[in-house]
């Protein structure tokens, strides 16, 4: 098995050919203040290449979700530099860097913060009626993606009326309805059963595996593991492994 180990700062060249979709540098991130203060990042340098379906494993509270967030723009980093397809998003003004989340990030949210008064089809709508396009066809696009992942049958019911797993395909049919060059998911197949946790994968595997894409999952679900290309095991607000995975499924 090819390894990258990781230490501290330093950090390895792409392999020949691949191009990095997404490059972290020294950024921390920190919660709180005095003797409450939380190092959730404490200096990660990581890389996320083009093509690649990149995983992010770790226990509870080691900063998954507070890494995605900085990558997905949602959250400001206090220290260090994110480069998106060589957009530095922590430079970017508010204006810039929503217009640049809305064109080119999808993201699954841990809570899948679904809209309450919109249907299924509504609510994966949103990011094509921020694009611009018309509510009948946003719509009918976002049913297309619903179809896909099982829930053709939901696409008018509302979030209250679905179960945690249905709502949790919404929230990557959002995320996937715009095909954004970067989809970013917090455990998008926790509340899924096998099966329908498969299909997810598969999906993301498609959207990551095209020449201009990546995909980065944080997963708690042995189940999934094989779906990723690399894995990256953080601990404690750092990236502490990053290895290939061999038994990716072939592109
Ligand atoms: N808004 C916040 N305010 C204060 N502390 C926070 C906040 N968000 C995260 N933290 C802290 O930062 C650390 C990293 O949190 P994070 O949510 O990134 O962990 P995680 O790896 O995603 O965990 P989990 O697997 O449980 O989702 C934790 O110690 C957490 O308590
Ligand atoms: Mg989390």
Same mark, same amino acid.
């Given at each position: 098995?090819?390894?990258l180990?990781f230490?501290?700062?330093? %950090?390895?060249?792409?392999?020949d050919? &691949?191009?990095?979709?997404? #490059?972290v +540098?020294?950024?921390?991130?920190y919660?709180?203040?005095?003797?409450? +203060?939380?190092?959730?990042?404490?200096?990660?340098? !990581?890389?996320?290449?083009?093509?690649?379906?990149?995983? %992010?494993?770790?226990?509870?509270?080691?900063?998954?979700?507070?890494?995605?967030?900085?990558?997905?723009? &949602?959250?400001d980093?206090?220290?260090?530099?994110v480069?998106?397809?060589?957009?530095?998003?922590?430079?970017?003004?508010?204006?810039?860097?929503? +217009?640049?989340?809305?064109e080119r990030?999808?993201?699954?949210?841990?809570?899948?913060?679904?809209?309450?008064?919109?249907?299924?089809?509504?609510?994966?709508?949103?990011?094509? @009626?921020?694009?611009? !396009?018309?509510?009948?066809?946003?719509i009918?696009?976002?049913?297309?993606v619903?179809?896909?992942?099982g829930?053709g049958?939901? &696409?008018?019911?509302?979030?209250?009326?679905?179960s945690?797993?249905?709502?949790?395909?919404?929230?990557?049919? #959002?995320?996937?309805v715009h095909?954004?060059?970067?989809?970013?998911?917090?455990?998008?197949?926790?509340a899924?059963?096998?099966?329908?946790?498969?299909?997810v994968?598969?999906?993301?595997?498609?959207?990551?595996?095209?020449?201009?894409?990546?995909?980065?999952?944080?997963?708690?679900?042995?189940r999934?593991?094989?779906?990723?290309?690399?894995?990256?095991?953080?601990?404690?607000?750092?990236?502490?492994? @990053?290895?290939?995975?061999?038994?990716?499924?072939?592109a």
């Amino acid at each position: 098995m090819s390894s990258l180990e990781f230490n501290g700062n330093e %950090i390895a060249p792409p392999p020949d050919g &691949i191009q990095t979709a997404v #490059r972290v +540098r020294g950024v921390s991130k920190y919660f709180g203040k005095g003797e409450q +203060r939380v190092a959730a990042l404490q200096g990660v340098s !990581w890389d996320v290449y083009v093509g690649q379906l990149t995983m %992010i494993i770790g226990p509870s509270g080691c900063g998954k979700t507070t890494l995605l967030s900085v990558i997905a723009g &949602i959250l400001d980093a206090d220290e260090g530099s994110v480069e998106i397809f060589g957009n530095d998003v922590t430079k970017m003004n508010d204006r810039t860097l929503t +217009r640049f989340r809305a064109e080119r990030i999808g993201f699954v949210f841990q809570q899948y913060n679904l809209l309450p008064a919109l249907t299924s089809a509504e609510n994966a709508a949103v990011p094509l @009626v921020i694009a611009g !396009w018309s509510k009948s066809r946003a719509i009918e696009k976002a049913s297309h993606v619903l179809n896909s992942l099982g829930m053709g049958k939901k &696409i008018k019911s509302m979030p209250n009326q679905l179960s945690g797993g249905q709502q949790q395909r919404v929230a990557i049919a #959002r995320a996937l309805v715009h095909e954004p060059s970067l989809l970013v998911c917090d455990e998008p197949t926790a509340a899924l059963d096998v099966e329908s946790g498969r299909t997810v994968m598969n999906l993301m595997r498609e959207a990551a595996l095209r020449a201009d894409r990546a995909v980065v999952v944080v997963t708690h679900d042995n189940r999934v593991f094989d779906f990723g290309d690399r894995i990256t095991r953080m601990d404690d607000g750092h990236v502490a492994e @990053v290895r290939d995975n061999v038994h990716a499924p072939a592109a």
